[in-house]
T-cell receptor
Framework: AQSVTQLGSHVSVSEGALVLLRCNYSSSVPPYLFWYVQYPNQGLQLLLKYTSAATLVKGINGFEAEFKKSETSFHLTKPSAHMSDAAEYFCAVSGRNSGYSTLTFGKGTMLLVSP | DVKVTQSSRYLVKRTGEKVFLECVQDMDHENMFWYRQDPGLGLRLIYFSYDVKMKEKGDIPEGYSVSREKKERFSLILESASTNQTSMYLC????WGRGQFFGPGTRLTVL
């Protein structure tokens, strides 16, 4: 079985500040890990993914995440927040037992960016 | 770019009605998925399909069925809609081992 925990249902930052969204996973097999973003009234858009290559993964819109096996974490960061980053972010895990096809999602973190 | 389309953005139905939600993808993906999204609960998998005419139950299949007659199309069916099925429904598709690509969602209200 696999699961994802996102710490903090809401995170507030000021424009220009560091963004850090936390994700911890549980998986009995080497996982694939994903971050998605959802803007209001839209579907989810893939930000980045870890699939057992480089542990530091760069994604779209200046986001990156680092896979840390010892900490079972895959935190999402961005050096400088923009107003346009305000959205809900979902971490997800996929495992070999599902052929790396099905995803288990965290409950999401709403990022609020103030001027 | 992968495109996943859903037949309606907003839908209002009455209790007891049979409801069809359609999803089409244009990138020849093997896998297709239906989720519902509710505040505070995140995304929950209803059904998925690895191939035409194949279907697998997800975490919350009760009250739903699916149909996949063609590779590009995956339909979610609510046999008799109930108010607790009011939700945002999201369709996704993927290749094996890749991330999923999502449609824009259908916000269903059951009165």
């Amino acid at each position: 079985a696999q699961s994802v925990t996102q710490l903090g249902s809401h995170v507030s930052v000021s424009e220009g500040a560091l963004v850090l969204l936390r994700c911890n996973y549980s998986s009995s097999v080497p996982p694939y890990l994903f971050w998605y973003v959802q803007y209001p009234n839209q579907g989810l858009q893939l930000l980045l993914k870890y699939t057992s290559a480089a542990t530091l993964v760069k994604g779209i819109n200046g986001f990156e995440a680092e896979f840390k096996k010892s900490e079972t974490s895959f935190h999402l960061t961005k050096p400088s927040a923009h107003m346009s980053d305000a959205a809900e972010y979902f971490c997800a895990v996929s495992g070999r037992n599902s052929g790396y096809s099905t995803l288990t999602f965290g409950k999401g973190t709403m990022l609020l960016v103030s001027p | 770019d992968v495109k996943v389309t859903q037949s309606s953005r907003y839908l209002v139905k009455r209790t007891g009605e049979k409801v069809f939600l359609e999803c089409v993808q244009d990138m020849d993906h093997e896998n297709m998925f239906w989720y519902r999204q509710d505040p505070g609960l995140g995304l929950r998998l209803i059904y998925f399909s690895y191939d035409v005419k194949m279907k697998e139950k997800g975490d919350i299949p009760e009250g739903y069925s699916v149909s996949r007659e063609k590779k590009e199309r995956f339909s979610l069916i609510l046999e008799s809609a109930s108010t607790n099925q009011t939700s945002m429904y999201l369709c996704a598709s993927s290749l094996w081992g890749r991330g999923q690509f999502f449609g824009p969602g259908t916000r269903l209200t059951v009165l």
